[in-house]
């Protein structure tokens, strides 16, 4: 509804008749087909396997800015892109819908639909000529499924002798869906297969962002971001080992996080810090490094870390490089996930299938990552604005399968996943 | 044959000397509507790159020359210290991140030369051959 109510004020703005020589509309647009393909038959990333998807990356985007004055505009986006809350459909939404307006050099106030600046290429990251790697890493971009939210933006700059600090500060409230995949599902309760929960999100945050006069980036950004259920579930960041029947099967446990004692929530907070760099290095070298550390606030032993590193070289229209990249969850999620994951009664004892199969669910449902990549790729420019990019990247999978969806029985864990990605990216 | 492969080369040296050398030789003047102050350089870029709406607290509106005109290519060279492609590169970027979009575009210095005319708090620039008596020139390079 919120959504709905500020896409209807840019809207309305947009169709307001302002004086007929003021007003300009702008139209522009993007694209980028991706066709990316794996060597394994489970998927990664939701759409990655060995039948090859345009699923992953594939996203067309049209914009309407309104240019009211040289101070005042509207912006209105439009996006097809893979959804969000369910698989292999595509889905049409506004992406962007906000006012903006610069009452000063410096200061630039926005209200509408728009995007959080969490990371380097967080607001462009639809937009594929706007960077080099055909796939932003994984281990830092794969994480929030959305990042747009509805609320208002302030940026405010300083230009000094040695370059220009700006600081964004944002506040707003966003939908997604959080994904979970159960590799077998539990009989009679829940099918195996993806499961989408709704959750609304309140974003708000600060990033400052530091350019040196020699076009360098560093950014540090801290962000709060609170994730509240919105079809009144609750859940439990932890598990508890009960007994399964004293008289009957003396000694045999198994886990279950609806026990009592186990703190259940409907919204948490979630802190991130967010820094990033690019810099740009002698003989037409440019090295760009995000790292993030975020954290569930009440369970801060659940921790996730992630980064990575991208080398990259400028030869004339071709942009060869190499990314490394890690993702790992805390110490104590991953060994919760390797005890859910080893956990069974006997196969003889009633009910030991369901128990059996909660045990892989419970497992399933742990939000946990552990991995680390390498990426070699090339991109090759026509234009600014025209670009075909390749890369291969290796994965490999540690002791939790995160971004893979396990097949049924054991989990993926301690494997290698080849990617291999083509990508076409345009802009207008 | 032969020949005609040396005229050929020879028009080819001639046409991309001439406009080398009508780059480098091209002076340009940046100029605004009556009234606006003398500007330097940053603040120059400043306003080319989105990055200032205002001079001493006036909002100024600032147009640029199309695409493939030798004069836009001198002024992103001597003023942006950037070519056309860095220079469509940054806007794209800014365009799709919503912080603004690239200035006006008009097609000749004439169509410059007129709208800063008729337009209160415009600024845009021309070559200094197509400068004429009454101008408000707010900076020359």
């Not at chain 1, 995949?181 to 993806?194: K, Q, V």
């Not at chain 1, 609304?200 to 350019?211: K, S």
Request: charged share 20%; glycine share 8%.
């Amino acid at each position: 509804m919120r959504h709905l109510t500020a896409t209807t004020f840019v809207l309305l703005t947009l169709a307001t008749p302002p004086p007929a020589e003021a007003v300009e509309f702008l139209f522009s647009g993007y694209g980028t087909v991706s066709y990316a393909l794996s060597d394994r038959p489970y998927a990664y990333q939701r759409s990655i396997d060995n039948h090859g998807t345009l699923l992953s990356d594939t996203t067309l985007g049209l914009q309407l800015d309104t240019r009211f004055s040289s101070n005042f505009s509207a912006t209105l986006q439009g996006k097809v892109a893979p959804a969000n809350d369910t698989e292999k459909q595509w889905d049409p939404k506004i992406s962007w819908a906000f006012l903006s307006w610069q009452p000063a050099n410096s200061w630039m106030l926005r209200a509408g639909k728009m995007r959080v600046p969490l990371y380097l290429n967080a607001e462009n990251k639809d937009v594929g000529v706007t960077f080099d790697v055909a796939r932003l890493p994984a281990e830092v971009y794969g994480i929030a499924p959305t990042s747009d939210f509805v609320g208002g933006s302030i940026t405010k700059s300083w230009s000094r002798e040695e370059g220009e600090w700006i600081v964004d500060a944002y506040w707003g409230q966003g939908n997604t869906d959080i994904r979970t995949y159960l590799r077998d599902g539990i009989p009679g309760t829940i099918a195996a297969g993806e499961h989408y929960a709704p959750v609304e999100i309140e974003a708000r945050g600060l990033a400052l962002t530091y350019h040196p006069k020699n076009n360098d980036t560093y950014r540090v950004g801290f962000h709060l971001a609170t994730p509240k259920s919105a079809n009144n579930t609750s859940w439990a960041y932890d598990v508890a080992e009960v007994p399964y029947n004293a008289l009957l099967a003396p000694g045999v446990h198994y886990y279950t996080d609806s026990a009592p004692g186990i703190k259940r929530y409907n919204q948490v907070n979630m802190p991130i810090l967010a820094f990033g760099t690019s810099l740009n290095l002698p003989e037409d070298y440019t090295l760009t490094a995000e790292y993030f550390h975020n954290w569930v606030q009440g369970e801060e032993a659940l921790t996730v870390d992630g980064g990575y590193a991208t080398l990259l070289k400028k030869i004339d229209k071709w942009s060869p490089y190499v990314t490394f990249a890690g993702l790992r969850s805390g110490s104590r999620l991953l060994k919760r996930y390797q005890t859910l994951n080893a956990s069974s009664i006997p196969g003889l004892l009633p009910g030991a299938t369901v128990i059996n199969a909660s045990q892989r669910a419970l497992a399933d449902a742990q939000t946990a990552f552990d991995q680390t990549s390498w990426t070699i790729g090339i991109a090759y420019a026509f234009s600014p604005v025209s670009k075909i990019k390749t890369e291969w990247t290796n994965v490999r999978v540690g002791e939790v399968p995160g971004f893979v969806d396990s097949p049924s029985g054991n989990g993926v864990s301690n494997q290698n996943v080849n990617l291999l990605t083509l990508s076409y990216s345009f802009a207008f | 044959m032969k020949k005609i492969r040396i005229v050929s080369l020879l028009s080819l040296f001639i046409w991309i000397y001439s406009d080398l050398s009508v780059a480098a030789s091209t002076h340009i003047v940046v100029i605004g509507h009556p009234g606006l102050p003398k500007l330097d350089v940053p603040t120059i870029q400043k306003l080319f790159t989105g990055r200032a709406v205002e001079i001493n607290g006036r909002s100024v509106t600032v147009v640029n020359i199309a695409p493939n005109n030798t004069v836009r290519k001198v002024f992103l060279e001597k003023y942006l210290e950037q070519d056309e492609d860095k220079y469509l590169a940054y806007w794209t970027v800014r365009r799709f991140i919503g912080k603004g979009t690239p200035p006006k575009e008009l097609v000749s210095s004439t169509e410059v030369v007129e709208y800063i005319q008729s337009h209160s708090d415009t600024i845009g620039y021309i070559s200094v051959d197509d400068s004429k008596p009454g101008l408000n020139i707010l900076s020359e390079m």
